[in-house]
């Protein structure tokens, strides 16, 4: 067996021949593992890894990496599922759980998120979404609408959004349930040091879980996650021509407008009343996953790095550029600290 010491000088040569999206992971029981970020897959062995590098399903998806997620002008996070690879204090969120007491959370502009919307050739309906990343040394735009709703980046550990109480049972936890944090919106594991964002309302300053949590408490999702739910929201607040498509079923206005009671937070909707709703929640997970693994085959080729979702096959691919698209939505992003 490999020392961890050759695993690691194996990791640094890959990485140093421009590999920058190959990791070395920790499992629950101590034993590394190699994975590959654009192929979301994990290797117990060097020899079955290396073959995968050389392999046809991975040279397409690192093509698809290079030109969506690693631009020269890259997301500045890592939230080990899709993301990998001096600023001044602008705002504070008044009264939620910092390091498991009440408190003011203090937050950091780092760069704006771009949506954009690809209508079909027959204009019949909307069959792309995507977030292109602009961080703050970029100008403002001031003819794009600022979105209502803010992202808030965070290194997760263990008590972020969490009361005291809960904090001081957490301090006695096994390292396996450490890494047994998971993401409601893809149900992967969140691993300590990883990035999470949270949703601000820029109107209140307030974080949307807070409408209907008075304890500070938030939820939190992968930051890549997130993004994409915005992305969905995106759509339903232009009544949802996709989701119609797709799930051949018409949200009701009724459900629509529960979303917005909720604040877009998708945790916070799931704890409604209404089975009918939160399945519709569940129903949006599914489509956001569907599209997310269809954009890696059937992306845009942008000038900056991007996220996005597509609801069209392979076959639909289109090389030209997307840079005529004008952006709908300019969605701020924030650091914070908690």
Partial sequence: M??????????????????????????????????????????????DFEHHLNSDVHINLQNFACNTLLK????????????????????????????????????????????????????SGIHKMWAEWRDKSYPTMQDVPLHDLSLINFKCNLTLGMPASTFKELQQISLYDLYHRSCKLCDCPIPPGCDVSTILNNGSSMLSCSYHNTKGMYHLFHTSCLLNWMLM??????????????????????????????????????????????????????????????????????????IGLSFRSAGHQSHATAQGNAPVKLLRIYQGYA
């Fill in 2 to 47: 490999e020392t961890e010491d050759s695993l690691r000088d194996q990791l640094r040569q890959l990485k140093e021949s421009g590999a920058c999206y190959v990791q070395l992971r920790r499992s629950d029981q101590g034993l590394l593992s190699w994975r590959c970020l654009p192929c979301i897959e994990t290797f117990t062995n060097v020899t």
């Fill in 72 to 123: 020269a002008n890259r997301w500045p996070f890592y939230d080990s599922l899709i993301f990998g690879l001096g600023i001044s204090n602008d705002l504070e969120v008044k009264n939620v759980l910092c390091y498991g007491d009440m408190g003011d959370m203090k937050l950091d502009f780092i760069g704006n998120s771009l949506i954009f919307r690809k209508f079909s050739e027959d204009e």
């Fill in 233 to 306: 929201m995106e759509e339903l607040s232009q009544g949802g021509p996709i989701i119609q498509q797709r799930r051949k079923q018409k949200i009701s206005p009724k459900h629509l407008a529960k979303f917005q009671d909720y604040h877009f937070c998708p945790e916070c909707c799931c704890t409604d009343d209404d089975e009918n709703f939160v399945l519709w929640v569940f129903r949006l997970r599914d489509l956001i996953v569907e599209g997310r693994m269809k954009w890696r085959t059937c992306y845009e080729h942008l000038e900056n790095s991007s």
